[in-house]
């Protein structure tokens, strides 16, 4: 079984950073994409940023330029470095992580973080 447990969210004022991180554990045969969503209250989760396992990145145009996205792939861990945090950004972060296991491919899902942008 596969789990996802993510870990540093918070509150920050706008204009300020934070570093989410998120740790895959289980029975993992091999990582593909890993990424990051995030959703606010009646909205539609939203694409935040994605990596592939050959290191390529995709940005929403929201955050191109202020959030990096990176992976430890020895610590089957992937990361979202957020900079000029804006009150906007406000959401509940997600990371998924399309993941092999004995049982085939499929996207797992974290719990979820807060994050908060006070203006």
């Known amino acids: 079984q596969v789990q996802l447990v993510e870990s540093g969210g918070g509150l920050v004022q706008a204009g300020g950073s934070l570093r989410l991180s998120c740790a895959a554990s289980g029975s993992i045969f091999s990582f593909n994409t890993m990424g990051w969503y995030r959703q606010t209250p009646g909205r539609q989760r939203e694409l935040v940023a994605t990596?592939?396992?050959?290191?390529?990145?995709n940005y929403a145009d929201s955050v191109r330029g202020r959030f990096t996205i990176s992976r430890d792939n020895a610590k089957n861990t992937v990361y979202l470095q957020m900079s000029s945090l804006k009150p906007e950004d406000t959401a509940v972060y997600y990371c998924n992580n399309r993941i092999t296991t004995t049982q085939g491919t499929r996207d797992y899902w974290g719990q979820g973080t807060q994050v908060t942008v006070s203006s």
């Open positions: 990596i592939t396992s050959g290191g390529s990145r």
